[in-house]
């Protein structure tokens, strides 16, 4: 089947273009590579430089490759630019979703893939949060989030078109950006190699859901090409498991000095240090994945232990250690 893969250069599309290709499907990656990297992509895949919100550019992609499916990862992903922009989040996150609902309908495409957020739709729970728990999204990001699974929850009702929301928790694994603010591992596992100081916001107790990016990539194939429960659906996608900021930097200080080590390097890496809190990061996020785990009998394969400890050896190799 053909699928188009926005945002298919970035950390998580690239990861989802992988596994098309290994169960016999045929990607093709719209993408505007504001922070993806060409690099990522294997050359064979057929590549088109294009903003999702630019209408007349995507008809023309749509029109050359007619896909059957679409998996929609573009976005801005920055939650403070969203608050500080929140006209510039809502263009590319709404605007750029409707304008790739709009050409996947017009151009007959039968299922829609979105990457929305268990993180910013829940907000604080401390127990793992299933799909019918209220949404109650507080930053311009989340909102807009909240807002994409509405409109496609409307092309649904309205045109028939099958739609899949996906609510990630905390995604780590290699190929994630480490110059933004929402990958805290990467930011850890390239400083940390660097034998450069960190900082933990506040006292650390801040409890996340980290699922490996190969466990996402996969939920979305199966969203992607097995039979819907129903026309328009959410599943979490996450571990449900509490992994809190200062158990996450023991562990990637343990590796990443394990592999300088073992690469006969003499950097000592320094213990984290710790600096103020930051205004409004939610003390506790968990989703409940239970029901992608029953629909398709998917799992969350890869413990934090195993995920962390590649995309340690990822980033020490990048880096030419
Ligand atoms: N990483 C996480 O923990 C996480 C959690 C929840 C949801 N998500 C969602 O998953 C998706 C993928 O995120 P990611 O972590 O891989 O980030 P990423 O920044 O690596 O990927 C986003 C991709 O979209 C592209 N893009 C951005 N704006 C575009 C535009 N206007 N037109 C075309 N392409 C554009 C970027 O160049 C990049 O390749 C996003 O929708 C994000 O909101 C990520």
Redesign the pocket.
Known sequence: MKILV?????????HIVDQLIEVGHEPVV????????LA?LPESVPFHK?????QAALAAVFEKEKPEAVC??????SVSRSVNEPSFDAQ??IM?LLSTLEQSQKSGVKRFV???????LYGEVTEPASESHPANPISP?GIS?FTGEQYLSFFTREHGLETVAL??????GP???PH?E??VVAIFCQRMLRGEGTRINGDGKYIRDYVYVEDVARANVLALTETLPTTHVAFNVGTGVPVDVNELAERIHALTSQALRDAGRSTTVPQSEYGPPRAGDLRSNLVDATLLKQTYGWADKTQIESGLKTTVNWFAREAGI
Request: proline share 0%; aromatic share 10%; with cysteine.
């Open positions: 926005t945002g298919g250069a970035g950390f998580i599309g690239s719209v993408d505007d590579l504001s922070t993806g990297n990522n294009v903003d999702v919100c630019d929609h990862q573009a976005a801005q992903m590319v996150n750029g979105f990457a929305s957020s268990g993180g910013v990001y989030k609510r990630y928790a905390n995604v780590y190929r994630q950006n933004g929402a990958g």
